[in-house]
C-alpha cells in the first residue's frame, strides 16, 4: 500500500530539523543515494558550499513564566527584555499604524498566508520593534519559517535579519497577550550559529533529458510536508519509473 511504503520511509528519515550542511541533511542525502543506487540508478553528486544555520538555545520568559519557543531561521543571536505589544495577524502597512512597537517586543499572529510572516517580520523591524514573537494559529503546534529582510525575491544574498524572531504555540501566544495586558516585561533570548562555508550537495540519478523530479533533503522540525513526504514520493516514483525519468 503506497501510504504504508510512504510512512516506512519517513520514519527512517531524522526526526528534528535537518539544516543545509549539516550531519541530519547528510544523512538524508545519503539514504536516498543508497535507495536510487539499489534500483540500479547511476548516482552522481555536486557538491557546493552553502550557509547553514542553526538554534542553539532559545528562551522566552515572563515576570513568573518561561514559553516553549523555538528561533525562526535565519534569526541572529540576541538577549532583549521589554515590554511586549500584540498586533494581532496585521500584515499590511496601514494595519500596523494601530500600535506602537518601537523599543518593545512585538507578538504577532501568524499570517493565514504563510510567506507573509517575512512581511510581518519587515513592518515590526520597520516600526522599531527589538524582538518578535510569532505564535500559532492553530492549537498545539510551533513552526519554523525563514524570515528575511530582503524586500524581493531572490537567488543570491539578501540583508540579514536584524532582530531576533521566535515562535511559540497558541496557547502560549494566548498566555503571553494576558501577560501583555497586565504589562508584564518579557525577555526573549536567542543563541544562533551561523555557518557561510558549511557544504551540502545535490544528488542525481536518472535519465535527465526525460522529466525530471526533485525534493530537496534539507526541513525544519518534523518537516512532513517541507519536504519529508516530497523525498518519500521521489524514491516511490523511482522505484516505479526507474530510467524513464530523472532525480
Wanted: charged share 30%.
Amino acid at each position: 500500500m503506497l501510504r504504508e511504503r510512504l510512512e516506512k520511509r519517513a520514519a527512517l528519515l531524522p526526526r528534528g530539523d535537518a539544516v543545509a550542511g549539516s550531519p541530519e541533511e547528510r544523512s538524508v542525502l545519503e539514504l536516498a543515494a543508497a535507495e536510487l543506487e539499489a534500483l540500479g540508478l547511476s548516482v552522481q553528486r555536486y557538491s557546493f558550499e552553502c550557509m547553514s544555520w542553526r538554534e542553539r538555545h532559545v528562551e522566552v520568559r515572563s515576570s513568573n513564566r518561561e514559553f516553549r519557543a523555538v528561533a525562526m531561521p535565519y534569526s541572529p543571536s540576541a538577549h532583549v527584555e521589554g515590554a511586549l505589544v500584540h498586533v494581532g495577524e496585521a500584515a499590511l502597512p496601514h494595519e500596523w499604524e494601530k500600535v506602537d512597537v518601537d523599543g518593545k517586543i512585538a507578538l504577532v499572529m501568524i499570517y493565514r498566508k504563510l510567506d507573509e510572516a517575512t512581511w510581518q517580520y519587515i513592518e515590526a523591524v520597520r516600526r522599531g520593534a527589538e524582538a518578535v514573537i510569532f505564535y500559532d494559529r492553530y492549537p498545539s503546534r510551533r513552526r519554523r519559517m525563514v524570515v528575511l529582510f530582503s524586500l524581493d525575491y531572490r537567488f543570491g544574498p539578501g540583508a540579514p535579519p536584524p532582530i531576533p524572531a521566535v515562535a511559540v504555540s497558541f496557547e502560549d501566544g494566548m498566555r503571553l497577550l494576558r501577560a501583555s495586558r497586565g504589562g508584564e516585561r518579557v525577555s526573549v533570548t536567542v543563541e544562533a550559529e551561523v555557518r557561510h562555508d558549511a557544504t551540502t550537495e545535490v544528488v542525481y540519478a536518472g535519465n535527465l533529458s526525460g522529466p525530471v523530479l526533485s525534493a530537496h533533503a534539507d526541513k525544519w522540525l518534523t518537516g512532513f510536508t517541507d519536504d519529508v513526504l516530497g523525498v518519500a514520493m521521489l524514491l516511490e516514483l523511482a522505484r516505479e519509473l526507474r530510467d524513464s525519468a530523472g532525480y
